[in-house]
């Protein structure tokens, strides 16, 4: 969003205080929570951590030794636990814990005691392979009920799982078990995606050639399709849970225990294994799904991500469950078999809390009004956005169409990182701007800094910070400590955490996040590294070098453009962009591959031969270019403007 977009949404000062009846019924109505929770931060979150079941309480509820955090000192605690076992002994017992509906129409409905035993099952199944507290679990699966009841399994029994996005490539789900030294994968035959089978075992077992710490692949049978499998080391999820008893106690886990590992870009072509522990996040993710969806128990809520994100891990399962929520699951895409079927969803299960990404809004806009209409979407009460800014008119657009005026919007800013929401409104107390994620969760405290660190005055632009430590916040990367300390506490001081986001802040102290400032795309709210596709690019043999930038895009919020310099013999030619685009998506994943090649002969480069890459960022983006005095050859970067339409 551009700093004049911001000024002239001010000026027309469209805000949006909460509707009184919202207010009247909401979870937080009074603002002074905020300085209650900075005056008492210990005991704000101890009041959240109490809420949850713990074996053992704990002694202290932070030590911070930056950048070092440990929450909830030897506390006792296990997710799965809370997630079914509280739930189960009381009225919640045969309340619907899952809604999910499959890609075809199919549809399952889990209760908290149908969970609950299919999840002690499958735990009992995994330690019946040899898994053991600490062993880490690989999981690379489409949206099946299989997937939470997989997860839950894990936590169950103390195995931290490594998720991998089933969108992404063999090399991807490769190199993350490598890393992760995981002992099991769970997968399935296939996924459905707009109809067609998704091969997920092929790539499965690609992966699994350079894979030697898995012992076994446990097979969900989803899409029914013939599928290779090697006796002895694969085997279907069904037979394992045949004669699997039911019972399995709960793992107490200490709450520094690692839960789980989600790998995400980083400014390098490696992922970073982000780690989370287990009393901390779920204290956090329980809060923000309580205060900031102001979930009741009769709530229905959707998050449309895909579990494979943090988004899902967060705000489909742990947050939802551990609050005793019935929470929807669907497997399919938003256009199939038609454009109304999310909005078809709605109408069918009765939804009242929905949560999905900009993209998707600026998708249905693009699809118009018909589609909602076709649908009755009263039973909603609340909408919420993540993932990348949303520009005022998508705002505007999702509170008309999809919340008839009366929804609030909750635009949530944070990351695979911080594990739980940080920077929202809070619906009952927040007057709403559109396109502002508004302010810190309480206790929290936020700002925005020039380079220096000192914090821009009201009105001013800058990075933004967190200055505060929280919950579900990261513990470390994974066998990188290192590379944890360097990426996020380097920049202004231990004690201040650097998320790589722009952000503007407004007369009110407002937070306007203006996107990533650093190497990382963000891609249909997707977070894809340029090293990554760069290094995709240069792996085809007839790319000698290549540069990738994010540029503008009116669906994905940022698309990828490629510079690429050909070898020699090569010439440009269509075929070959087309075959380029495709090497990057079998690389990394179809959603990493680019929208744009640009073919050049050369990249705008320093004496020392450092890419330039703001230089291609201002042609992607049709800026005027920034200072080419340090350029080797300044008139490179005319003639590559030239090239780009
Ligand atoms: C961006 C997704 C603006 C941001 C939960 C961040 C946002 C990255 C918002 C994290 C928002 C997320 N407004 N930008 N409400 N939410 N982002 O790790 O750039 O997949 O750094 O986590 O998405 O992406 P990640």
Redesign the pocket.
Known sequence: MSDETIEVLLEEGKVFPPPEDFKKQAWVKDDTIYEKAEKDFEGFWATFAEELHWFKKWDRVLEWDPPWAKWFINGKINVSYNCLDRHIQTFRKNKAAIIWEGEPGDIKIYTYWDLYREVCKFANVLKGLGVKKGDRVAIYMPMVPELPIAMLACTRIGAPHSIVFGGFSPASLRDRIIDAEAKILITTDGGWRRGKVVALKENADEALRETPSIEHVIVVKRTENDIPFKKGRDLWWHELMKDASSVCEAEPMDAEDILYILY?SGTTAKPKGVVHTTGGYLTGVYATTKWVFDLKEEDTFWCTADIG???GHSYIVYGPLALGTTSVMFEGAPDYPDKDRFWGIVEKYGVTVFYTAPTAIRAFMQWGKKYPEMHDLSTLRLLG??????NPAAWMWYYETIGKSTCPIV????????GMIL?TPLPGVTTLKPGS?TKPFPSLKADVVDEKGTPVPPGGGGYLVMKTPWPAMLRTLYKDPDRYVKTYWDRYGKEIYF???GAKKDMDGYIW?L??VDD?M?VS???ISTMEVESALVDHPAVAEAAVVARPHDVKGQGIMAFVILKGEQSASSELEADLKKHVGTVIGPIARPDWIVFTEDLPKTRSGKIMRRLLKDIAEGKELGDTTTLRDSSIVEKIKDSVK
Do not use: F, M, Y
Not at 385 to 390: F, L, R, T
């Open positions: 995400t994100w943090v988004t956005s993540v993932g990348e800014p949303i635009d949530t800013w944070w990351q695979t990182e911080t920077i994620a998320p790589g986001d996040i996107g990533r990382v963000n709210g997707h977070r």
